[in-house]
């Protein structure tokens, strides 16, 4: 690679700095980390006190990122945790010949519209692969973690625990470009609420009795279809599917009857103003992740 192409990718690095967002090196062409894994750790410089992961060692220091990038032509990697960014990542399908395939933004614009809010105007960029990042300033005291599928199918987000490539990197399928938005727009609420894990039930004692349990259960049933059927428009979808996510783990626990569920939030955001198969997606994606993600048993550790 050439001298003008190292400046460019220093330039980048540099750029995303000034926004504050850490940045660290990505191997040459490529979207893996440039920096040695631990069992590689020499135990020196800044791991002498114990080895650093890549979002721990990202920077926005303009003297280690130069001092970074004088020693190959690094892609650049924005660690979105430390940055205070939420990155709605945008994949194509994979099989790019199958024509009824959505594309993330395809699907992500459809939940938008359902949310009754447009497409947010914010700073993206367009990925190597054809699709797009999509960047939100995180909201304060929340930690919000990685998602995969949980927004929508092609749908994924990078938060603490994750990274993205910056506009101005190459591989062998493309560049990273920024499209537009220069300014980076607040996480919208709707949105936060989908990706915000569901509040944790309080533990029962093991001693409790079954017809405790379902009994709370059956109160968390009625507290979470009274809060969908008042959602107001524009949070309509993201209170059914935060209560359905919330009300999963009791259906894994065996407290409460899928069908039961399913039935009072499909009647609840009914009452809101959602369609019926609005609800009927929503509520097989959430109940599904959420009976997926809890443990059979609530004693477990």
Not at 59 to 73: E, G, H, K, L, Q
Not at 144 to 168: K, P
Not at 190 to 206: C, D, E, F, G, T
Not at 272 to 295: K, M, V, Y
Request: some cysteine; glycine content about 10%.
């Amino acid at each position: 690679m050439t001298h003008d192409a190292r400046s460019v990718l220093l330039r980048a690095a540099l750029d995303a700095a000034e926004r504050g967002w850490h940045v660290f090196p990505l191997r040459p062409g490529t979207k893996r980390p440039a920096l040695h894994g631990e069992q590689a750790c020499p135990g020196i410089g800044e791991c002498a006190s114990g080895h650093l992961k890549w979002e721990q060692r990202a920077t926005t220091d303009p003297d280690r990122i130069r001092a970074a990038w004088s020693r190959a032509p690094f892609n650049v990697g924005i660690a979105t945790g430390p940055s205070g960014l939420v990155v709605v990542d945008l994949d194509m399908p994979k099989d790019k010949g199958s024509s009824d395939a959505p594309s993330g933004a395809a699907t992500f614009r459809a939940l938008c519209e359902r949310a009754g809010h447009p497409v947010p105007d914010t700073y993206r960029t367009r990925t190597a692969s054809g699709g797009g990042h999509l960047y939100f300033a995180a909201p304060d005291g929340i930690r919000l973690a990685n998602t995969a599928g949980t927004i929508g199918e092609l749908v994924d987000t990078r938060a603490w625990g994750g990274y993205v490539v910056a506009a101005g990197s190459h591989t062998p399928s493309g560049a990273y470009e920024a499209l537009c938005g220069s300014v980076t727009a607040p996480l919208p609420v709707w949105l936060q609420s989908v990706l915000q894990p569901a509040p944790r039930a309080p533990q029962a004692p093991s001693v409790a009795v079954a017809g405790q349990s379902r009994r709370y259960a059956d109160v968390a049933l009625d507290s979470e279809a009274r809060s969908v059927a008042t959602a107001q428009l524009g949070a309509r979808e993201a209170a059914l599917f935060r209560a359905a996510r919330a009300l999963g783990r009791f259906v894994a626990w065996d407290d409460l009857p899928r069908h039961v569920v399913e039935q009072a939030l499909q009647e609840a955001g009914e009452a809101a103003g959602l369609t019926a198969s609005e609800c009927r997606s929503t509520l097989r994606s959430a109940l599904n992740w959420s009976i997926a993600h809890n443990t059979r048993s609530r004693d477990a550790a």
